[in-house]
């Protein structure tokens, strides 16, 4: 069983920058691979961002590419996404995510996931 708290979320404007944290507990959390998913009011939970286990493997959506990056400490327990040149279009709520691998579905899924936060919300105003 793993337990993932989401922080960081705020209200910033176009062009500013935030870090969410997720913090995993329980156990063999560095065997997990890890990803961050974004849902806008009224659309589907879309990829963000994830990371191997051991994370030397990043992937990233086109739309954040270049903006985004996520990293994992695994000595903290704890996953990072750095958001910089925000814009209004990434007004959603940002969910963390665990995979044990157990799901052979791509990492950009949801499904291949089977731990969620309960999600930070970030508004980026114009």
């Known amino acids: 069983q793993v337990q993932l708290v989401e922080s960081g979320g705020g209200l910033v404007q176009t062009g500013d920058s935030l870090r969410l944290s997720c913090a995993a507990s329980?156990?063999?959390?560095?065997?997990?691979?890890m990803g961050w998913f974004r849902q806008a009011p009224g659309k589907e939970r879309e990829f963000v961002a994830a990371v191997t286990w051991s994370g030397d493997i990043t992937l990233h959506a086109v739309s954040v590419k270049g903006r985004f990056t996520i990293s994992r400490d695994t000595d903290k327990n704890t996953v990072y996404l750095q958001m910089n040149s925000l814009k209004p279009e990434d007004t959603a709520a940002y969910y963390c995510?665990?995979?044990?691998?157990?799901?052979?579905?791509?990492?950009?899924?949801?499904?291949?996931?089977?731990?969620w936060g309960q999600g930070t919300q970030v508004t980026v105003s114009s």
């Open positions: 995510a665990a995979s044990s691998g157990l799901r052979r579905t791509p990492l950009t899924q949801t499904g291949r996931y089977d731990y």
């Open positions: 329980g156990r063999s959390f560095s065997s997990y691979a």
